[in-house]
């Protein structure tokens, strides 16, 4: 993790009382007992902007050896406040270390908290070979495979900062401690020099789309979910392992499998993925789980998350960073029993105790976490180690809070989770908002995207999104209407989605702004809000942190994911993540072409919006029947259509860029799963044409008339028109002949107006 060479800058002491600024939060005397080593960069004289300048803080022996005496016998939490004898160095509350950073020629100053660490050295037995048990590794057996051995390092209290300026910076590190002492170093001066680093992605001006530098960040690629042994990552280990991997057992994750997980990093990028979501999850990469308040235990975990961090660095690779699943406040969920809320031992296949919070605190039911004050306070201290240790990458795009708050329930509720959140819906939005607002208090939380995670649908009171600390909208949306996927991504509004059919479509109900529409048809919006008479607007990027379409289980060529993946980037989402590209690899490298189209189009500038949206002279998005129906989504009148279509207006109206796909290329006409033997959308579906646009009447909508010139482009080579033509009017008829075949069933278009 540390560079080879060492700086070692040992600071003087040059007086023994100072003032301390305000809102450091140290008062009272201070002492320059605080000494520093520069871990990295080797080159202390020009820190790259917005790289790693990692700082080892050393404190007098009394201190440091009450901090040991806490990690090396305290297993469970314990209210240490009143033990003179001990310093958990996890709670700020009892020991807070951290550095103040100035810039010399602005003054603008920045505090980062500091976090303890300790260094491990991994072991693994090879050559792999079956359990002397049984021909798969039984638990037991999987627990002598590996695992790591403590090490002696000099850096236990870290501090890192990216420093997001050039010029000379001057910092100064603190020590506040449970019993009065208040420690603190000599200035430190640096000088930091421009790089090519393009900062943080941030939310673009017009509130739609994300930006990295000043250009559009499209946040869409795959879920490579987190550590963990499957056929995808490792095909020999997972043979050893059965269907039991690492989720479902009681025991962490042995060296190897972060090993594979940094190797699929790797393939990922080769492929040509710019970014990626990775979830933290308690068996692999997860810091809290016995122990509330303590994190010794898994230390060797946040280490291996320090090499994937570092890896997705090397590879130029964005990870959106989602903080904690949602399983572990549920039930058995999707049978894993190991690293969830139960922890009655007459519980079939339960074989490990719930979450540390349950016991540590009382808790009965996982609503009681969410409310509990204690409880939330030691959640905050967790949320601030990820922060220190980690918030200071560029390499993480976006930080979600939960995954999928909405799909926690009590355990009478069953799998009626849905039902048991709208019930309750104000506890989960509290919550939601203070973990929010605390993280917006970070420095870290300050210059990353933030956002939460739904499960389907929030409720239409739901505003929780409107708070300030959110700065994106997300939720994880799956398609069940494949292969009409114009209706999933734009959709129509024949429907109310109470008790009937359920609504979809970014333009007609998530980003749509017509509150009457949405009172009328009572339905979920993202972007407006029915608040009894009046109406409140929130404009911000939405995204589907999962999707995919549902079928995806007979959909051996990734042929319906492929075309998910192409007409989310067109639908006017900021971001939609997949889980089926780790399915299905060779679809990777559509991401590649994906991002290589999309880069010559400045989305973050202007009001891009979805072809089935109008644009409102005050700026808002409103759902646009005529348009939308022009692509597809429904068959009118029971005529069967082979082709659909996705697509962006430029603000102007002059300007469109989207996709048309071939229908009928679908895992109904590809492939002999059972999904033949369902009820199928549509007759004709599984019967594999070649698409004529002529014929289907698709068409863009424009703002003015005028002559235009389409081209079209195979989505394997986004850069090489294969057809083109010129045409006039104010709807834009597409005109072309889809090829059936394997790599162009995806067609590419853009129009303009000469």
Request: with cysteine; net charge negative.
């Given at each position: 993790?540390?560079?080879?060479?060492?700086?070692?800058?040992?600071?003087?002491?040059?007086?023994?009382?100072?003032?301390?600024?305000?809102?450091?939060?140290?008062?009272?005397?201070?002492?320059?007992?605080?000494?520093?080593?520069?871990?990295?960069?080797?080159?202390?004289?020009?820190?790259?902007?917005?790289?790693?300048?990692?700082?080892?803080?050393?404190?007098?022996?009394?201190?440091?050896?009450?901090?040991?005496?806490?990690?090396?016998?305290?297993?469970?939490?314990?209210?240490?406040?009143?033990?003179?004898?001990?310093?958990?160095?996890?709670?700020?509350?009892?020991?807070?270390?951290?550095?103040?950073?100035?810039?010399?020629?602005?003054?603008?100053?920045?505090?980062?908290?500091?976090?303890?660490?300790?260094?491990?050295?991994?072991?693994?037995?090879?050559?792999?070979?079956?359990?002397?048990?049984?021909?798969?590794?039984?638990?037991?057996?999987?627990?002598?495979?590996?695992?790591?051995?403590?090490?002696?390092?000099?850096?236990?209290?870290?501090?890192?900062?990216?420093?997001?300026?050039?010029?000379?910076?001057?910092?100064?590190?603190?020590?506040?401690?449970?019993?009065?002492?208040?420690?603190?170093?000599?200035?430190?001066?640096?000088?930091?020099?421009?790089?090519?680093?393009?900062?943080?992605?941030?939310?673009?001006?017009?509130?739609?789309?994300?930006?990295?530098?000043?250009?559009?960040?499209?946040?869409?690629?795959?879920?490579?979910?987190?550590?963990?042994?499957?056929?995808?990552?490792?095909?020999?280990?997972?043979?050893?392992?059965?269907?039991?991997?690492?989720?479902?057992?009681?025991?962490?994750?042995?060296?190897?499998?972060?090993?594979?997980?940094?190797?699929?990093?790797?393939?990922?990028?080769?492929?040509?993925?710019?970014?990626a979501r990775i979830i933290q999850f308690p068996a692999s990469n997860e810091i809290e789980w016995e122990n509330v308040g303590n994190y010794t235990s898994r230390l060797h975990q946040a280490q291996e998350m320090d090499r994937i961090l570092e890896h997705a660095e090397e590879l130029g690779l964005y990870l959106q960073w989602n903080m904690a699943?949602?399983?572990?406040?549920?039930?058995?969920?999707?049978?894993?029993?190991?690293?969830?809320?139960?922890?009655?031992?007459?519980?079939?296949?339960?074989?490990?105790?719930?979450?540390?919070?349950?016991?540590?605190?009382?808790?009965?039911?996982?609503?009681?976490?969410?409310?509990?004050?204690?409880?939330?306070?030691?959640?905050?201290?967790?949320?601030?180690?990820?922060?220190?240790?980690?918030?200071?990458?560029?390499?993480?795009?976006?930080?979600?809070?939960?995954?999928?708050?909405?799909?926690?329930?009590?355990?009478?509720?069953?799998?009626?989770?849905?039902?048991?959140?709208?019930?309750?819906?104000?506890?989960?939005?509290?919550?939601?908002?203070?973990?929010a607002s605390y993280i917006k208090s970070q420095y870290y939380g300050q210059v990353h995207v933030l956002t939460g995670s739904y499960s389907g649908d929030k409720v239409l009171e739901d505003s929780t999104y409107e708070d300030p600390s959110f700065d994106l909208m997300s939720f994880n949306n799956y398609d069940i209407s494949a292969p009409n996927?114009?209706?999933?991504?734009?959709?129509?509004?024949?429907?109310?989605?109470?008790?009937?059919?359920?609504?979809?479509?970014?333009?007609?109900?998530?980003?749509?702004?017509?509150?009457?529409?949405?009172?009328?048809?009572?339905?979920?919006?993202?972007?407006?809000?029915?608040?009894?008479?009046?109406?409140?607007?929130?404009?911000?990027?939405?995204?589907?942190?999962?999707?995919?379409?549902?079928?995806?289980?007979?959909d051996t060529n990734g042929t319906e994911v492929r075309r998910a993946i192409w007409q989310s980037a067109f639908s006017g989402l900021a971001g939609a993540m997949s889980w089926e590209a780790q399915r299905t690899p060779k679809i990777l490298v559509d991401y590649a072409f994906l991002h290589q189209f999309l880069s010559t189009y400045p989305l973050?500038?202007?009001?891009?919006?979805?072809?089935?949206?109008?644009?409102?002279?005050?700026?808002?998005?409103?759902?646009?029947?005529?348009?939308?129906?022009?692509?597809?989504?429904?068959?009118?009148?029971?005529?069967?259509?082979?082709?659909?279509?996705?697509?962006?207006?430029?603000?102007?109206?002059?300007?469109?860029?989207?996709?048309?796909?071939?229908?009928?290329?679908?895992?109904?006409?590809?492939?002999?799963?059972?999904?033949?033997?369902?009820?199928?959308?549509?007759?004709?579906?599984?019967?594999?044409?070649?698409?004529?646009?002529?014929?289907?009447?698709?068409?863009?909508?424009?703002?003015?008339?005028?002559?235009?010139?389409?081209?079209?482009?195979?989505?394997?080579?986004?850069?090489?028109?294969?057809?083109?033509?010129?045409?006039?009017?104010?709807?834009?008829?597409?005109?072309?002949?889809?090829?059936?075949?394997?790599?162009?069933?995806?067609?590419?278009?853009?129009?303009?107006?000469?």
């Amino acid at each position: 993790m540390n560079k080879s060479l060492w700086i070692f800058l040992l600071i003087n002491a040059f007086a023994t009382m100072a003032q301390i600024r305000p809102n450091t939060g140290v008062t009272g005397v201070v002492l320059d007992n605080v000494k520093v080593t520069v871990v990295e960069p080797t080159d202390f004289s020009a820190i790259p902007c917005f790289s790693k300048a990692e700082f080892s803080l050393h404190f007098p022996k009394e201190i440091e050896d009450k901090v040991s005496q806490f990690v090396t016998i305290t297993s469970q939490r314990e209210e240490t406040a009143n033990q003179s004898d001990v310093l958990n160095p996890y709670l700020e509350w009892e020991m807070r270390f951290y550095g103040e950073f100035e810039h010399v020629a602005t003054g603008t100053k920045i505090v980062i908290d500091g976090f303890y660490n300790a260094e491990f050295k991994s072991w693994m037995k090879n050559p792999l070979k079956p359990g002397p048990k049984n021909d798969l590794y039984l638990d037991d057996e999987y627990k002598k495979l590996g695992g790591w051995v403590e090490m002696p390092t000099q850096n236990q209290y870290l501090v890192r900062f990216a420093p997001p300026e050039s010029g000379v910076w001057r910092a100064v590190f603190y020590l506040v401690t449970k019993d009065g002492v208040t420690e603190k170093s000599a200035p430190l001066e640096f000088n930091v020099v421009p790089s090519n680093d393009l900062g943080y992605v941030r939310v673009a001006e017009n509130q739609r789309y994300l930006e990295l530098g000043n250009t559009f960040f499209p946040a869409i690629g795959p879920n490579i979910k987190w550590p963990e042994t499957n056929p995808y990552m490792d095909p020999e280990f997972a043979q050893l392992m059965g269907p039991a991997s690492e989720n479902y057992r009681p025991n962490f994750s042995v060296p190897r499998v972060y090993e594979k997980y940094i190797e699929y990093m790797t393939k990922v990028s080769i492929n040509g993925v710019k970014t990626a979501r990775i979830i933290q999850f308690p068996a692999s990469n997860e810091i809290e789980w016995e122990n509330v308040g303590n994190y010794t235990s898994r230390l060797h975990q946040a280490q291996e998350m320090d090499r994937i961090l570092e890896h997705a660095e090397e590879l130029g690779l964005y990870l959106q960073w989602n903080m904690a699943i949602h399983l572990t406040f549920k039930f058995n969920a999707y049978g894993v029993n190991q690293w969830d809320w139960i922890d009655d031992p007459n519980t079939a296949d339960d074989g490990i105790n719930a979450f540390g919070y349950k016991a540590a605190f009382g808790l009965v039911e996982p609503l009681d976490f969410l409310k509990n004050a204690e409880a939330k306070k030691y959640y905050k201290q967790r949320i601030r180690y990820i922060l220190a240790r980690w918030g200071y990458s560029t390499r993480i795009s976006v930080f979600e809070i939960l995954s999928e708050i909405s799909n926690i329930s009590n355990i009478n509720y069953g799998n009626e989770s849905d039902k048991f959140y709208e019930s309750n819906w104000p506890v989960y939005r509290e919550w939601m908002i203070e973990m929010a607002s605390y993280i917006k208090s970070q420095y870290y939380g300050q210059v990353h995207v933030l956002t939460g995670s739904y499960s389907g649908d929030k409720v239409l009171e739901d505003s929780t999104y409107e708070d300030p600390s959110f700065d994106l909208m997300s939720f994880n949306n799956y398609d069940i209407s494949a292969p009409n996927f114009a209706t999933f991504f734009a959709g129509s509004n024949t429907s109310n989605g109470k008790g009937g059919p359920r609504v979809y479509g970014v333009s007609n109900v998530y980003l749509n702004e017509d509150c009457s529409f949405i009172q009328e048809k009572n339905i979920n919006s993202y972007s407006c809000r029915s608040a009894g008479e009046s109406c409140v607007h929130n404009v911000k990027p939405l995204m589907y942190a999962e999707t995919d379409p549902m079928q995806t289980i007979c959909d051996t060529n990734g042929t319906e994911v492929r075309r998910a993946i192409w007409q989310s980037a067109f639908s006017g989402l900021a971001g939609a993540m997949s889980w089926e590209a780790q399915r299905t690899p060779k679809i990777l490298v559509d991401y590649a072409f994906l991002h290589q189209f999309l880069s010559t189009y400045p989305l973050q500038k202007g009001n891009w919006h979805p072809g089935a949206s109008q644009l409102n002279s005050d700026g808002s998005w409103t759902y646009d029947a005529s348009a939308y129906n022009a692509m597809d989504g429904e068959p009118s009148a029971g005529a069967f259509k082979n082709a659909d279509l996705i697509y962006l207006r430029s603000m102007t109206g002059d300007t469109a860029i989207g996709v048309v796909t071939n229908k009928t290329y679908s895992i109904y006409s590809l492939t002999d799963c059972f999904e033949k033997e369902l009820n199928l959308p549509n007759p004709g579906y599984d019967q594999l044409k070649t698409v004529d646009l002529r014929k289907e009447g698709l068409k863009i909508k424009t703002v003015n008339r005028g002559k235009y010139l389409v081209r079209f482009y195979a989505s394997t080579d986004p850069t090489k028109v294969i057809h083109a033509y010129t045409t006039r009017g104010k709807w834009i008829r597409l005109d072309y002949q889809l090829p059936a075949t394997n790599k162009d069933f995806i067609v590419l278009f853009t129009m303009e107006r000469l």
